[in-house]
């Protein structure tokens, strides 16, 4: 081994052992990290939920999104009856318009049917990981509203640039009877 100025064979070799103390640890962490992935998926959670969820959150926040079955596996192709709303103009979100609440200009609303279910589909522009990490705490905490007078959060799927979130529709009574009238015709 070639002797560096200001070292000894002792220092030299107490690095090294700590650099391979290291490694220990990273494979150990490597080791545990891929045992929660598999747990998630155990859970339900798609590969591509997995895929969307950074190095850099933490494994409560993929835990959450896990629990809450919120995030899915679909695309805009799965929905039926897909109109734009007209005059919607800028969707306001719950939390005074902020992008990570899902507002802006590069938000879009539509009508559709999904399973046989009306529901309404808004689509955000969410292109870093970054915006995808804080829309998906907004949406967690989001999922947990529940008031009347808010629509409620169905589902949240991902494309290479946009989130789509489903939201409910409630239906009135007059509503479905004219469309039961309609389909009888």
Do not use: I
């Amino acid at each position: 081994m070639m002797k560096l100025r200001g070292t000894d064979e002792r220092s030299l070799d107490k690095a090294l052992r700590r650099v391979a103390k290291h490694g220990e640890k990273v494979a150990e962490l490597r080791h545990q990290q891929a045992a929660a992935a598999a747990a998630l998926a155990q859970r339900g959670v798609s590969d591509a939920s997995l895929r969307s969820l950074t190095a850099s959150e933490s494994t409560a926040v993929a835990a959450a999104a896990a629990r809450s079955r919120l995030f899915v596996d679909r695309q805009l192709s799965d929905y039926a009856a897909v109109t734009p709303v007209a005059n919607c103009g800028r969707v306001v979100p719950l939390g005074g318009g902020g992008q990570a609440a899902g507002g802006g200009p590069h938000t879009l609303l539509w009508h559709a049917r999904h399973a046989e279910a009306p529901c309404m589909l808004k689509r955000v522009a969410c292109t870093t990981a970054a915006d995808r990490s804080q829309l998906q705490q907004a949406l967690l905490a989001l999922r947990r509203l529940q008031h009347p007078g808010v629509a409620r959060l169905q589902a949240v799927f991902f494309d290479a640039t946009h989130a789509h979130l489903q939201y409910q529709v409630r239906v009135r009574e007059r509503e479905k009877e004219r469309e039961r009238e309609r389909e009888r015709v």
